[in-house]
């Protein structure tokens, strides 16, 4: 005798429900959506009003044993309606498909562009640092007007110091010849020369 295994509270109970057939929903995604795109052009509605023109034309004229739909047309109205009932469904289904492709390319473009945003911020702040570091950094021009004025000032200082040593000659020269401090040069320029030189008086 099979013994029956007790029910318990702490565990689901395994579901009884009747299992169908299974199916690719991809490959019928794709068909609804081949076959809602054939319905969706001029041809399909040419080809249709030639084949209801056509049935009309047989159904109408033919000899009455070869009509297979006489007049009400109750086989055409069939066929037109299970058409519609199916057509709606597959649009449907083939909408729901391109609005879930657009949802993830919506997705797709926000995410691209919060990284471009994010991107662009940290180039911005790094310009920036860049400026501010360039900002702080001799250029060239301020380099080449330093170094100009420099020169200009070792050359003012050299023609002081020639002045200086050719004052000082002539006066050495006056003393050895016995003239004494007779010859005295104007005190405020020399002075002027000395202070600027940085050096005392000799």
């Known amino acids: 005798m099979v013994e029956r295994r ?6 689901p109970r395994e579901p009884r429900s009747l299992k169908l057939p ?3 929903p991809e490959a019928f995604g794709r ?3 081949g076959i809602a795109r054939g319905m969706g052009t001029a041809n399909f509605i040419v080809y249709m009003t030639v084949v209801i023109l056509l049935w009309f034309g047989w159904n109408t004229l033919a000899p009455a044993h070869l009509r297979f739909d006489p007049y009400t047309f109750t ?4 066929m037109l309606s299970l058409q519609a009932s199916y057509a709606a ?15 993830l390319a919506l997705e797709e473009d ?11 911020e940290y180039l911005a702040r790094e310009i920036a640092a860049l400026r501010i570091a360039m900002g702080e950094v001799a250029t060239r021009d301020f380099l080449r007007s330093e170094l100009a004025r420099l020169a200009e000032e070792l050359d003012e200082a050299g023609q002081r110091r020639q002045r200086l040593e050719r004052r000082q000659q ?6 050895a010849a016995g003239g004494g401090d007779a010859l005295e040069e104007p005190r405020d320029e020399l002075d002027g020369d000395w202070a600027r030189d940085g050096r005392p008086e000799g």
């Open 75 to 78: 086989f055409l109205t069939l």
């Open 6 to 11: 007790a029910e318990r509270l702490d565990q």
């Open 22 to 24: 299974r199916f690719d």
């Open 110 to 120: 926000r995410r691209r562009a919060t990284m471009q945003k994010a991107d662009t």
């Open 170 to 175: 002539e006066r050495a020269a006056h003393r």
């Open 89 to 103: 469904p597959l649009i449907l289904l083939a909408q729901n498909r391109q609005a879930d492709r657009d949802r």
């Open 31 to 33: 068909w609804s959506e």
